[in-house]
C-alpha cells in the first residue's frame, strides 16, 4: 500500500510505537509484528488476529505540536517502501511547511497534497472503485496468509473465509475457518500461540448443524480422526451452505475420481450495490444454481444458468396471467410459476423463430416479450423488469443457435450421421413428439457411411410393445378409447410436445396412468431426454458403429444378461428385441465407462424399449442414469445405498413404531435395494410398475420414496407381528405381488403364478401423494441425499481399504496397523493429484473400468506422486541426490510400462527398505543397478556383462520376480573359486573378523536350510558390469554423504570397491583361463597367489587406505606393498574417483534422469568380460559393519508416515515468533 486517505486518528500512540518524528510527521510501527515483543506486543497480536484488522506493520501520520488529532497519510507493510515515502516528505513537504503561519493551515496543505499523490497513484493502477479495490486486497490478503499458514500450493483456491471460534474441551478459541476447494482449515492465534486444524473434504463423514445452550448455531464436522465444533458465525448459513457444497463435490470426487475446474467464463457480477464476492465463490454458487434449475426443469446436465427475473406468464387456456419466476440460459427459455395454477414451460431455443416487443396499455400488457415457435405456438411474458435487456440476451443466445445450426449443416456425413438444416431440425423436433401418438410402422433403413471402405447399414427398431402387440381403434376397449380421447382434448387445450404448458390437470392424468401409445412420447418430454436426442443427431448411431465388433468385460455381462431381460414378453423371445436391448446397452457402456454396465440396467432398459424407441430409449437410459439416478447403476451402486439410508430415516420419522421394530436387522435397506434398483419392475406386476414409471418421469425421485412409504404403512400391522425378517419379506412380497391395474383389460405378461389382489395401483399412487406428496419433496430428497452420501462413500472407502490390506496379506514385510498407516498416505497423495492435477492418466485407461481389477491396483501413481512418497519415506531417500534412487525403484516396479505403480508394488518396496532382513535390502540395491531399473544410457556397452554367464549352470533368468518378497538365501557360485568369493581382508576394523565370519555363517546356514526355488532366485540375478557397479557406487556414496559417520563409512566404501574390483578381474581372468584351455595353470597360479596371500599384508593395505582416506574416499586398489593391479582395473578405480571426488555433486532434472544423462567417458572404455554377481557383493557388504548397519536398520513407518501427513501443521515462519498447537497430536 501507498498514499492512502487521510483519516482523523484520535489515539496515535495506543497500539503502535514511534520510530521516527519531526516537526510535522511521525513513522511508526505496529506493536506485535516484528520485533515488537513483550506482553503489550502479544495483546496487540491476539486482538489483530482474532479481529482480522489487517493493519499495515509501518505507517506515516502527521500531527502538529499543538493537535490532538492526527491524520493518516501512508502505510506499508514493506520497509523499503515506508522509507521511501518518508524521504519524499522530508525532501519536499518539510520545508515548504515551515513557510505557514498557523497549524491549521499545515493540516489543510497536508490533507491535500496527499489526496492528491493518492488519485495520482489510483490514476496510475486504473479507475478502481475504493470499497470493491478494499475488499479485493483483502481477500488477496487472506489468499497469502491461507497459503503462508497451512503450506499448501498454489493449485489449492480458497473460495472463502469466516470468522469463527473452535471449540475445543469446551473452550472457544476465536479464529478464522477458511474454506478452499480440498481443505477446511482453521487458524487461531490467542497470546503467542497459534493453533492449527487441516481437514480433507474427502475424509469428512458427518456434517452437522448443532446447537446446545453453551454455544448456540455451531456447526459439526466429524472425521476418522477427531470431532470438530465450530461456533458465533457472522453468517452461519453461508458458510454451512458452502461447506456443504465443498463436501459433496468432495464425494462425488471419490466416486468419479475427477478434480476441479474452475469456470472462467463467467459475466462479471451485475448488482454493484451488493458485496463484493471472490471469484471462486460466486463459480460454486453459480453452479449450485444451475442446478437448481436444471433438475427443476431436467434440462442437459451440461446447461447453465444465465439469469432469472420475475414476470408473468399469459394462460391462453385460462385467459388470464399467472405469475412466475423466467428463466433464461444458452438452451433454453424457462417459466415455473409459484401460485396455484403450477404451470412450467419449456422453451428450446432451437425451436424459437422469433422474439418480439409488445404491449398493449389498454389491456394492461406492459414490458411485454412475444415467442414464436417453429410449431406454431405464442407465448407472451409481461411485466418483465428491464425488457430491453431481456431482449437483447434471447437476441444473443438466438445467434449462436444460428451460428451452431450452421456449423451442423456443414458438417460432412462422414462424421455425423443426419444432416439437418434450420427447419428441418424444428420440424423434427416438433413431430418426434407425436410420432408415437399411432402404431408405428418399421422404419426405412437408413445407410450410415463409415469412414473405411465397407458401408454400416442400421436398422433401429420400433417401440417394441406396440409393433409386437399392434392394436387397431377397432379392437381398442371402450376404456382405453376413452383415455384416448381424452389426451386428444389435453393436447389441443394445452399443446403438445416440449413446449406444453405442464399444469397440474395434465399431472393428475399422468397419475392415472398414461395410454400405451403416449407413454414414451411423454416420458421423452417430461424427462428431458427429448432435449438431448434433438441436439445430438446422428450420436447413437455413431455409437453403435464405433461399438461395432469391439468386446469390454462390459459386454460380456451384457450378453449374459439378454435373455433375462423380461422373458416372458414376445418382444424378447424374438431377435429384433434382443438385438435392439443389446445395442442401447452397449452404446450407453462405451458413452459412460465410469458405468458401464451394472445388473437391473437390462429390466430398465427393456421396458423402455418397449414403449419408445430404439434411439428414444437410449436418451431416457442416459436420463435416468446421469441425471434422474446418479450414482445408481455404478460398480458401487453408490446412489441406492445412499438412497437405502434417506428411506430408513424417513421411515423413522413417518413410521417410526416400524422403524424401532426393524432398524437393527438390515431388512429396510434390504427390501430398498430391490426395490429402487429396477423401480419396481422387478417385483410388482408390469401393467402396474409402468404406471409408478409413469408417475417417476414426471415427478422425479420422490415418487420411489412416496411408494415405498405408502406400501410399508399399509403392511405395517402385519409387519409389526413378524416374528423374522423371512416373515416380514413373505408379508411384502405377497402384498407387493397383489398390486393390479383395472385399466388394463388384458396383462402384457402372463401371471405364473394366482395371487390375492391386494390394492390397485392407482390407488396405491393415490394413497402415496394424499399422505406423502406434501412432506416429501425433490429437495428434502437432495438434503438427506447429502447427509447419507457422507457415511456411505466414507464406508465404501473404509472397505476398500480393508480389503487392499487383506489382499496384500503376505505380500509385503508390513504388518496390518503399518499397511493401513501407508495405504491412507498413499491414498491421500493419490487424491491430491487428481484435485491439484499434478498428476496426469496414463494412456491406456481400458483397464481403469475394470470391475476384476485387484483391489490393491485401484489406485496407480505416476512418477511424481511416486516420487512424493518415495522420498518421504524410503530411508535410502537421503544424502545429497536422493532422485536417482527413485527413478530406478520406479522404473524397476513399472513392470507394464505404464509409468505407474499399484499399491502393491509400493508397499513392497517400501517394505523391502524399511523392515525385511540385510540380504533383502541389498538385493533389492543390488537390483537397482541393473536393467530395467538403471536408465538407457548407463547401460552403454553393458549387455553382454549384465547377463549370467552361460557356462553357469544355475543362470537361466536374468531378472527375479519383483513381486516376489521371499526371504533371499546366498550359495556360492559355481562360476568362481570359493576363496575369491569370500571377502580379501580379515582386518578392516577391531573386531570385523568375529563379524565377518559369523555374519558369513549364517547366510551359509540360510542357504542351506532354505529351499531350492530360494537359492535359485538370487542365482538368477544378473551379473553386473563395470558401468552399472559404478553407477551402484554412486549411489552408495550418495546415501552416506552428510551422515555422522561419514568419514567411517567413505572408509568402508572404498574397501568394499577394491574387494569387488579385484574379484571381478580375478573373475575375468578365471572365465578366460575356461575359455583358453592354455591359460589352465596361470588360472590355478592365480588361485594360489590368492588363497595364499599374507594377513599382514592385507593389514599393512589397510593402514595405507586409512592414512589417505580424507583425501580420497574411494583409493586404488595397490597398496604400499606394490601389489600389482591389472591397468583396466585402475581405469574403473579411477572412474569411480571421477563418481565421487566432485566437490558440488549435481541433481539431474527429474525428467532428464528418467532418460538417463550418465555415460561411460571416452577415456575409459567398460571392460565386457568385468562383472561381479549379488552373492559377491553380499560377501563384501559383509566385510563392513558401517555398511551392514546402514542397511540392517529398520523404520518406523506409521511414525513417518503420520508426521508426513501432519507436515502442514508445523508452526509458522511469520514474524510472529510463534508455536504452534496441533489439533491433530493433542
Not at 888 to 912: H, P, R
Request: charged share 25%; proline share 4%; aromatic share 8%.
Amino acid at each position: 500500500m501507498m498514499w492512502v486517505k487521510c483519516e482523523e486518528i484520535l489515539l496515535a500512540h495506543a497500539l503502535w510505537t514511534t520510530e521516527r518524528a519531526n516537526m510535522f510527521f511521525l513513522l511508526q510501527h505496529r506493536k506485535g509484528r516484528g520485533k515488537g515483543r513483550g506482553l503489550a506486543g502479544l495483546l496487540v497480536g491476539t486482538m489483530d488476529a482474532v479481529l482480522d484488522s489487517r493493519s499495515c506493520k509501518y505507517r506515516i501520520i502527521h500531527q502538529t505540536e499543538n493537535s490532538e488529532l492526527s491524520w493518516a497519510c501512508a502505510e506499508s507493510d514493506s520497509t523499503a517502501e515506508i522509507e521511501e515515502h518518508w524521504r519524499w516528505l522530508e525532501n519536499n513537504m518539510i520545508s515548504v511547511l515551515g513557510d505557514f503561519e498557523s497549524e491549521d493551515e499545515v493540516t489543510d496543505y497536508v490533507k491535500c497534497k496527499i489526496e492528491s499523490l493518492r488519485t495520482e497513484s489510483v490514476h496510475e493502477d486504473g479507475d478502481v472503485n475504493d470499497e470493491e479495490e478494499e475488499e479485493a486486497k483483502r481477500f488477496k490478503g487472506a489468499i497469502a496468509k491461507f497459503h503462508k499458514l497451512f503450506n499448501l500450493p498454489p493449485e489449492e483456491k480458497l473460495v472463502n473465509y469466516y470468522s469463527c471460534s473452535y471449540v475445543k474441551r469446551r473452550v472457544p478459541r476465536q479464529g478464522w475457518l477458511y474454506l478452499s476447494i480440498n481443505h477446511m482449515c482453521f487458524y487461531s492465534f490467542l497470546l503467542g500461540k497459534e493453533s492449527k486444524i487441516i481437514t480433507r473434504w474427502v475424509d469428512v463423514m458427518q456434517l452437522d448443524i448443532e446447537s446446545n445452550i453453551l454455544f448456540p448455531n455451531g456447526i459439526h464436522v466429524g472425521t476418522r480422526e477427531a470431532d470438530h465444533y465450530f461456533t458465533m458465525f457472522v453468517s452461519k448459513e453461508d458458510a454451512y451452505k458452502l461447506m456443504q457444497q465443498l463436501t459433496n463435490m468432495a464425494m462425488h470426487q471419490l466416486i468419479v475420481e475427477e478434480g476441479f475446474e474452475e469456470d472462467k467464463t463467467l459475466p462479471p457480477a451485475r448488482n454493484k450495490r451488493k458485496k463484493k464476492i471472490p471469484s471462486l465463490k460466486r463459480d460454486l454458487d453459480a453452479r449450485a444454481r444451475s442446478e437448481a434449475y436444471r433438475t427443476l426443469f431436467r434440462l442437459p446436465i451440461a446447461e447453465r444458468l444465465d439469469g432469472d427475473t420475475i414476470c408473468c406468464l399469459w394462460l391462453p387456456f385460462k385467459k388470464t396471467h399467472t405469475s412466475g419466476r423466467l428463466y433464461v440460459s444458452k438452451n433454453y427459455v424457462c417459466f415455473d410459476s409459484k401460485d396455484q395454477d403450477d404451470v412450467q414451460l419449456v422453451i428450446p431455443l432451437r425451436m424459437v423463430t422469433c422474439v418480439e416487443k409488445t404491449g398493449n396499455k389498454e389491456n394492461e400488457i406492459n414490458n411485454a416479450l412475444l415467442i414464436s415457435t417453429s410449431a406454431r405456438s405464442n407465448f407472451l411474458f409481461t411485466d418483465l423488469y428491464d425488457q430491453n435487456s431481456m431482449l437483447l440476451k434471447l437476441a444473443d443466445m438466438l445467434g449462436q443457435q444460428q451460428d451452431y445450426r450452421l456449423r451442423s449443416i456443414g458438417k460432412s456425413l462422414t462424421q455425423i450421421t443426419t444432416s439437418v438444416d434450420e427447419n428441418s431440425a424444428d420440424i423434427s423436433c416438433d413431430n418426434s413428439q407425436g410420432a408415437s401418438s399411432t402404431p408405428p410402422s418399421p422404419p426405412p433403413s437408413p445407410k450410415h457411411t463409415n469412414t473405411g471402405s465397407s458401408e454400416f447399414t442400421l436398422e433401429l427398431s420400433p417401440a417394441l410393445h406396440e409393433h409386437f402387440c399392434p392394436k387397431s381403434a377397432d379392437d381398442m376397449s371402450p376404456k382405453d378409447a376413452a383415455r384416448e380421447s381424452l389426451w386428444r382434448t389435453t393436447f389441443a387445450e394445452y399443446g403438445r410436445g416440449v413446449c406444453m404448458y405442464r399444469t397440474k390437470k395434465i399431472h393428475d392424468e399422468i397419475m392415472r396412468g398414461l395410454p400405451d401409445s403416449l407413454r414414451g412420447e411423454m416420458w421423452m418430454v417430461y424427462s428431458g431426454a427429448i432435449n438431448e436426442m434433438a441436439t445430438n443427431p446422428g450420436y447413437y448411431k455413431s455409437l453403435i458403429e464405433q461399438t461395432q465388433g469391439k468386446t469390454t468385460i462390459a459386454t460380456d455381462e451384457i450378453e449374459r444378461d439378454l435373455h433375462r431381460s423380461l422373458p416372458e414378453h414376445k418382444a424378447f423371445q424374438s431377435n429384433l428385441g434382443i438385438d435392439a436391448l443389446r445395442r442401447v446397452l452397449t452404446a450407453y457402456a462405451f458413452r459412460n465407462p465410469h458405468i458401464g454396465y451394472c445388473q437391473a440396467m437390462n429390466i430398465v432398459t427393456s421396458v423402455l424399449l418397449l414403449f419408445a424407441n430404439e434411439e428414444e430409449a437410449f436418451w431416457l437410459l442416459v436420463a435416468l442414469c446421469e441425471r434422474m439416478l446418479p450414482d445408481y447403476y455404478n460398480t458401487k451402486v453408490v446412489g441406492a445405498l445412499v438412497d437405502q439410508g434417506v428411506l430408513e430415516e424417513l421411515i423413522s420419522e413417518h413410521l417410526p413404531h416400524l422403524h424401532g421394530h426393524y432398524s437393527t436387522t438390515g431388512l429396510l435397506s434390504m427390501i430398498a435395494l430391490s426395490w429402487f434398483l429396477t423401480m419396481f419392475l422387478s417385483v410388482m406386476p408390469f401393467e402396474s410398475a409402468v404406471n409408478i414409471l409413469d408417475c417417476f418421469f414426471c415427478d422425479g425421485a420422490k415418487v420411489i420414496f412416496q411408494i415405498a412409504l405408502a406400501i410399508l404403512d399399509a403392511c405395517s400391522d402385519k409387519l409389526a407381528r413378524c416374528k423374522d425378517d423371512g416373515e416380514a419379506i413373505s408379508v411384502l412380497t405377497q402384498y407387493v405381488d397383489g398390486v393390479t391395474n383395472a385399466d388394463v383389460a388384458e396383462p402384457i405378461l402372463k401371471a405364473t403364478k394366482s395371487v390375492e389382489t391386494s390394492i390397485d395401483v392407482s390407488l396405491l399412487i393415490n394413497d402415496a401423494y394424499l399422505k406423502f406428496g406434501d412432506v416429501i419433496t425433490n429437495e428434502l430428497i437432495d438434503r438427506l441425499r447429502l447427509r447419507q452420501r457422507l457415511s456411505v462413500v466414507q464406508g465404501i472407502e473404509e472397505t476398500t481399504m480393508k480389503n487392499v490390506i487383506r489382499s496384500l496379506d503376505g505380500e509385503t514385510c508390513f504388518d496390518i496397523d503399518e499397511l493401513s498407516a501407508l495405504f491412507t498416505l498413499y491414498k491421500e497423495e493419490y487424491q491430491a493429484s487428481i484435485y491439484w492435477r499434478t498428476g496426469e492418466k496414463p494412456a491406456d485407461i481400458t483397464q481403469e473400468y475394470n470391475p476384476n481389477r485387484p483391489y490393491y491396483d485401484l489406485y496407480r501413481v505416476d512418477f511424481t506422486q511416486f516420487k512424493a512418497l518415495f522420498l518421504a519415506l524410503c530411508p535410502w531417500a537421503q544424502g545429497v541426490a536422493p532422485e536417482p534412487v527413485c527413478v530406478k525403484a520406479f522404473k524397476l516396479l513399472d513392470e507394464s510400462n505404464q509409468n505407474t505403480v499399484n499399491f502393491k508394488q509400493f508397499a513392497w518396496c517400501i517394505g523391502v527398505t524399511c523392515k525385511s532382513d540385510l540380504a533383502d535390502k541389498l538385493l533389492l540395491f543390488y537390483k537397482l543397478h541393473l536393467p530395467p531399473a538403471l536408465p538407457d544410457s548407463e547401460m552403454d556397452n553393458s549387455t553382454e556383462a549384465s547377463e549370467p554367464d552361460p557356462k553357469d549352470a544355475d543362470g537361466t533368468e536374468a531378472i527375479e520376480n519383483l513381486a516376489s518378497s521371499k526371504p533371499i538365501s546366498v550359495s556360492h557360485s559355481k562360476s568362481f573359486p570359493t576363496s575369491i568369493a569370500q571377502p580379501r581382508s580379515k582386518h578392516n576394523s577391531p573386531a570385523s573378523g568375529s563379524f565377518r565370519a559369523s555374519s558369513i555363517e549364517m547366510y551359509k546356514q540360510r542357504s542351506l536350510d532354505s529351499s531350492d526355488m530360494c537359492r535359485t532366485d538370487v542365482v538368477n540375478v544378473a551379473h553386473m558390469n563395470q558401468v552399472q557397479f559404478i553407477q551402484m557406487w554412486k549411489t552408495l556414496y550418495d546415501m552416506c554423504t552428510g551422515s555422522p559417520d561419514e568419514q567411517q563409512l567413505y572408509h568402508s566404501i572404498s574397501t568394499v570397491a577394491t574387494l569387488l574390483l579385484q574379484i571381478g578381474e580375478v573373475g575375468k581372468q578365471y572365465k578366460s583361463g575356461l575359455n583358453s584351455p592354455h591359460n589352465a595353470t596361470e588360472v590355478e597360479s592365480l588361485e594360489t597367489r590368492e588363497a595364499n596371500s599374507s594377513p599382514e599384508t592385507h593389514a599393512k593395505g589397510d593402514s595405507v587406505h586409512s592414512s589417505s582416506q580424507k583425501a580420497d574416499p574411494l583409493l586404488h586398489p595397490a597398496d604400499s606393498q606394490g601389489e600389482e593391479t591389472d591397468p583396466e582395473s585402475e581405469e574403473v578405480v579411477r572412474e569411480l574417483e571421477r563418481c565421487y571426488m566432485k566437490e558440488d555433486v549435481a541433481v539431474d532434472d527429474t525428467a532428464d534422469t528418467l532418460k538417463g544423462s550418465t555415460s561411460p567417458s571416452k577415456e575409459s572404455q567398460p571392460d565386457p568380460n568385468w562383472s561381479v554377481n549379488f552373492e559377491q557383493f553380499l560377501a563384501s557388504m559383509l566385510t563392513e559393519p558401517h555398511l551392514v548397519a546402514i542397511f540392517e536398520k529398520d523404520t518406523d513407518i506409521i511414525k513417518v508416515a503420520e508426521n508426513y501427513r501432519h507436515r502442514r501443521l508445523k508452526p509458522s515462519n511469520d514474524d510472529n515468533g510463534v508455536t504452534t498447537n496441533s489439533i491433530f497430536n493433542k
